[in-house]
């Protein structure tokens, strides 16, 4: 069974950003042997894929940023540091549970197929700085706070609340919980819960495990149809169950779109660029064949133009891709504001080993500086920029709506995909809540925790793995 060489890769890396992820990749590899799943393909692909890649250019829609841009910018500056950054033991280790109930229908149950299944990391592999708990204390010597002056702290803080009645102390607690959440575009998990495990990133890859179907479709159409700002009535391009449109094509679903304000329109393609990233890591690393206990896994070019070629979705591909291209720089703008958070001494990524928490740091810095370089970034000024209490009101529901998608991974009935799904949305929630925290951002202490922004370590590691994806 082939594999990539490293010397390939770097090759790759000279192609395009997406196109060096999918169209570079599938060429790549076309010529080499493969299964009968595909190997009748190589000749036919080739224009194919140049269709989908010929269509994939200009400036994207809601910005002023074009494709060619992101491509250069991403594949020569971002990219392969990023890589590394992903391989660092603080970003390879994501605490997560992957047994929560689904809150919205019926749990149908988990995938039984093997390739589904997630190795949690044993407590033993897991570095003591991570496995400490203090999610949110950076340095050492935050991590290493004796039990006493904990304890002390403690006392402190129960002192306060000696004279307050039961009924008063849990309201205090509810409204704690609820300025908590305020910020957050996510439902977390609670990695203090006893079905949190560590997962090691690197041995559980994104990949297809064979799980669709019925299961499948009802999590994205609900994501689509229930939490897009969209009525009833609209239908989204190549859905199932859809009326017949003749030759519609989707143009009185785009036509509805641009009729949205920026804020909703943003909204969609954002899911629509996520939506594009899974997709296409799922063609990326199919499984082609699963031999005798050997599974192989490489680029399934056939399902990567089921799914973006020009042809095949009547135009819908070319969008598809660009609203990933759309997602990037979302993500990237958020990297660009949220420099400050880390550059600060007290910021350490603390894993329990000096050499690698120094390296690890520079390593993010120096991915930040390259941001910050970036000419065309995102204006999210623009968004919820009309009158302040419409403008509020709007942001809550943009809030909601995301968080509640957070909460559908929960419904995802395989558990390696429920485990990228949740990532990746964390991941974009984490962006959103840094877009809209300007001002606390500015507002940073250079030399202890601010109260008014933080990220806890599972919002990080997420954050940079879904950008990195």
């Known amino acids: 069974m082939w594999r990539i060489t490293a010397q390939a890769c770097w090759v790759l890396l000279s192609i395009c950003f997406l196109r060096n992820l999918v169209f570079g990749w599938f060429q790549q590899n076309s010529g080499r042997p493969q299964t009968q799943h595909n190997e009748h393909q190589s000749s036919e692909s080739d224009s194919a894929d140049q269709s989908c890649l010929c269509h994939l250019t200009g400036v994207l829609d809601d910005c002023f940023c074009d494709v060619e841009s992101i491509d250069v910018f ?51 592999k897991v570095p003591i700085g991570i496995k400490s708990g203090n999610y949110n204390k950076y340095s050492q010597a935050a991590n290493t706070m004796s039990d006493e002056a904990e304890c002390e702290q403690a006392n402190k803080l129960g002192a306060i609340n000696s004279t307050l009645s039961n009924q008063s102390k849990e309201a205090f607690a509810d409204w704690a919980r609820h300025d908590d959440a305020q910020d957050h575009f996510c439902e977390l998990d609670d990695e203090t819960s006893p079905d949190a495990e560590y997962v090691d990133l690197l041995l559980n890859p994104e990949r297809y495990t064979g799980y669709k179907g019925a299961s499948a479709w009802r999590v994205w159409n609900s994501i689509y149809e229930e939490n897009c700002f969209k009525p009833r009535s609209v239908y989204r391009p190549l859905n199932p169950l859809a009326p017949s449109r003749g030759d519609d094509d989707g143009e009185g679903f785009y036509k509805w779109l641009e009729g949205l304000c920026l804020e909703k329109r943003v909204f ?197 793995n879904a950008f990195g994806r």
């Open 268 to 464: 969609y393609r954002l899911i629509s660029g996520l939506h594009s990233s899974i997709n296409i890591h799922l063609c990326a690393e199919f499984l082609l064949d699963e031999g005798w206990g050997r599974p192989a896994w490489g680029p399934n070019i056939q399902e990567f133009r089921r799914r973006f070629d020009t042809a095949e979705t009547k135009g819908e591909g070319t969008r598809r891709l660009k609203n990933l291209y759309f997602l990037y720089l979302i993500e990237l703008r958020a990297l660009s504001k949220v420099a400050p958070y880390f550059e600060r001494a007290i910021v350490n990524l603390y894993t329990g080993s000096s050499e690698e928490d120094g390296e690890t740091k520079e390593l993010l810095l120096q991915i930040f500086n390259e941001i910050k370089s970036f000419p065309m970034h995102f204006d999210e000024k623009s968004m919820f920029a009309g009158h302040k209490i419409e403008a509020k009101t709007l942001k809550e529901e943009f809030r909601l709506h995301f968080k509640n998608i957070s909460r559908i991974m929960d419904c995802v009935g395989c558990s390696k995909c429920r485990l990228w799904g949740k990532l990746q949305t964390q991941g974009l929630g984490t962006a959103l809540k840094i877009l809209f925290s300007e001002k606390e951002i500015q507002n940073l202490s250079e030399h202890s925790p601010s109260k008014g922004f933080q990220l806890s370590r599972q919002e990080i590691v997420a954050l940079m």
């Open 74 to 124: 991403n594949n020569f500056k971002i990219y392969p540091r990023i890589k590394k950054l992903a391989e660092r033991d603080y970003f390879r280790y994501y605490k997560v549970n992957l047994k929560r109930p689904c809150p919205f229908w019926p749990d149908d149950g988990h995938c039984s197929i093997k390739d589904c299944h997630v190795e949690p990391c044993p407590e033993s």
